[in-house]
């Protein structure tokens, strides 16, 4: 690439069992994106998080740094890189969550809010937001049949993650997110990638 010039970066959010990992997956195959996916099974805290709440703060820490790692790795690379989650929906979200479930106190949360805003200013922000959008009772069924072994979000957070995901999104600015509707149970999006790479091309150029 030119010199200075950047690779692009599109992040894909959304309520856990929406779809994220499938969609960045197939962004990967039908576009060449590069990916940077959530790898709860690599994760040094996760397992131990999961049976021990006092994990929460490391394990935050641990994937918010590992967003910056992906990141930086994409912004200095070739090609467009799409990520299964990303930055911001780590802290907006699940330290949110987190901290609402008691898991982690001010102090500590305090703190991760320092580390994501100093991240963040080190880093320049996703040009594109993919926003899959499905209402709480589809991600709530769609959850109870994926079985993930290390699941940390219980069932009955999907609904305070879908609030705090409406919050933060209707907070940014309308033209760096792209709303998709993941209703329909279409797994491959068949109906709607063909609209979609139309808009990623059309916001990314």
Same mark, same amino acid.
């Given at each position: ?43 040094? +805290?996760?397992?131990?998080?999961? &049976?021990?709440? !006092?994990? $929460?703060?490391?394990?935050? %820490? ?7 790692? &992906?990141?930086? $790795?994409?912004? =200095?690379?070739? !090609? ?14 699940? =330290?949110?969550? +987190? &901290? ?8 500590? +949360?305090?703190? /991760? ?22 209402? =709480? ?5 769609? +959850?109870? !049949?994926?079985?993930?072994? /290390?699941?940390?979000? $219980? ?5 305070? %993650? ?10 940014? *600015?309308? *033209?760096?997110?792209?709303?998709? *509707? ?7 999006? !068949? ?15």
């Amino acid at each position: 690439m030119p010199d200075g010039q950047m690779a692009k970066l599109i992040n894909i959010v959304g309520n856990t069992g929406a779809g994220k990992t499938t969609l960045t997956r197939l962004l990967h195959r039908e576009a060449g994106f590069v990916t940077g996916l959530e790898g709860h099974a690599e994760r040094p +805290f996760q397992a131990l998080f999961k &049976q021990d709440p !006092r994990y $929460a703060l490391p394990n935050q %820490m641990d994937y918010l740094l590992l967003r910056a790692e &992906q990141e930086r $790795a994409i912004r =200095s690379g070739a !090609r467009t890189g799409v990520l299964d989650g990303g930055l911001e929906m780590d802290f907006h979200v699940f =330290s949110r969550l +987190f &901290q609402q479930k008691g898991w982690l106190d001010e102090r500590e +949360f305090a703190l /991760l809010e320092r580390l994501y805003t100093n991240l963040r200013n080190f880093l320049p922000p996703p040009e594109v937001i993919i926003y899959m959008k499905v209402t =709480s009772e589809i991600a709530a069924k769609r +959850f109870r !049949r994926r079985g993930r072994p /290390l699941e940390i979000a $219980a069932l009955e957070d999907i609904y305070t %993650m879908h609030r705090l995901l409406e919050k933060w999104i209707a907070q940014l *600015d309308t *033209d760096d997110v792209i709303i998709l *509707d993941a209703s329909p149970d279409d797994p491959a999006y !068949r109906l709607s990638l063909p609209g979609l790479l139309a808009e990623i091309q059309k916001r990314i150029g």
